[in-house]
């Protein structure tokens, strides 16, 4: 499994970037996505993920500010993420996994992206 992430870069604190991941895989299964972020000398969070593959669950930091839908069949994870704040900033990872019990713990994704730098100034 191959995840590719683009759309990061800089933005005033107020403002909105809108991230994207697609995987690539040869089989048909649909996987379990999700979207992390790790700021410099901090944990890797959880910001959006999907138990069903449909709704998203979101953290509780970021409720009302970032919507997240899968597109593509299921294929492309969008990740739009408006009134951006200073300590938002870091790289954003997308992740997959065969399932998932907890979308927010990390170490159960076996698929990551190379990352893509978000700085919220």
């Known amino acids: 499994v191959q995840l590719v992430e683009s759309g990061g870069g800089s933005v005033q604190a107020g403002g909105s970037l809108t991230l994207s991941c697609k995987y690539f895989s040869e089989t048909y299964f649909t996987y379990h996505l999700a979207w992390f972020r790790q700021a410099p000398g901090k944990e890797r969070e959880g910001v959006v993920g999907?138990?069903?593959?449909?709704?998203?669950i979101y953290a509780e930091s970021v409720k009302g500010r970032i919507s997240a839908s899968r597109v593509s069949a299921g294929t492309t994870l969008i990740l739009q993420m408006n009134n951006l704040k200073p300590e938002e900033s870091g790289m954003y990872y997308c992740?997959?996994?065969?399932?998932?019990?907890?979308?927010?713990?990390?170490?159960?994704?076996?698929?990551w992206g190379q990352g893509t730098q978000v700085t919220v100034s």
């Open positions: 999907f138990y069903d593959r449909t709704s998203p």
């Open positions: 992740a997959a996994a065969w399932s998932v019990d907890d979308w927010a713990r990390p170490n159960e994704y076996s698929y």
